[in-house]
């Protein structure tokens, strides 16, 4: 097993002294992507929902994914108030069979501003970058 740190330059820089994205060689070719926790800047929960999902799209092309190859979400909430809104956006980025899922509510997050926070990992098949 062979395990990659990158930071692609395709989304935006992370926030802090950590790699966004870990690629996880497979023996088949294939491999697993898990990346870092995202946030967004916006003004409400579906700004920001936006604006994850837009880093997660890119963090995930840069690996030869999309976001139809997630295969687990964890979302940190600070107000589960926000969790239709959060759901309503999510839908039209995860239109397939939804993924496995975690949501849990959070006092707050690193920024005080994150209303949410958004981690994945995702499959990336055989022969793919």
Do not use: K
């Given at each position: 097993?062979?395990?990659?740190?990158?930071?692609?330059?395709?989304?935006?820089?992370?926030?802090?002294?950590?790699?966004?994205?870990?690629?996880?060689q497979l023996a088949d070719g294939?491999?697993?992507?898990?990346?870092?926790?995202?946030?967004?800047?916006?003004?409400?929960?579906?700004?920001?929902?936006?604006?994850?999902?837009?880093?997660?799209?890119?963090?995930?092309?840069?690996?030869?994914?999309?976001?139809?190859?997630?295969?687990?979400?964890?979302?940190?909430?600070?107000?589960?108030?926000?969790?239709?809104?959060?759901?309503?956006?999510?839908?039209?980025?995860?239109?397939?069979?939804?993924?496995?899922?975690?949501?849990?509510?959070?006092?707050?997050?690193?920024?005080?501003?994150?209303?949410?926070?958004?981690?994945?990992?995702?499959?990336?098949?055989?022969?793919?970058?």
């Open positions: 097993m062979h395990v990659t740190l990158d930071n692609p330059t395709a989304a935006p820089r992370p926030l802090g002294p950590y790699s966004q994205v870990a690629r996880v294939g491999a697993l992507l898990y990346l870092s926790g995202q946030i967004a800047e916006g003004a409400d929960i579906a700004e920001q929902t936006h604006g994850v999902f837009a880093t997660l799209t890119a963090l995930l092309q840069a690996h030869g994914a999309t976001l139809a190859d997630i295969i687990n979400i964890r979302t940190f909430l600070t107000d589960m108030d926000d969790l239709p809104g959060y759901a309503a956006v999510r839908r039209t980025y995860l239109t397939g069979t939804p993924p496995t899922s975690t949501t849990v509510s959070v006092p707050r997050l690193f920024r005080p501003e994150a209303l949410i926070e958004v981690e994945v990992v995702a499959s990336c098949a055989v022969g793919r970058p």
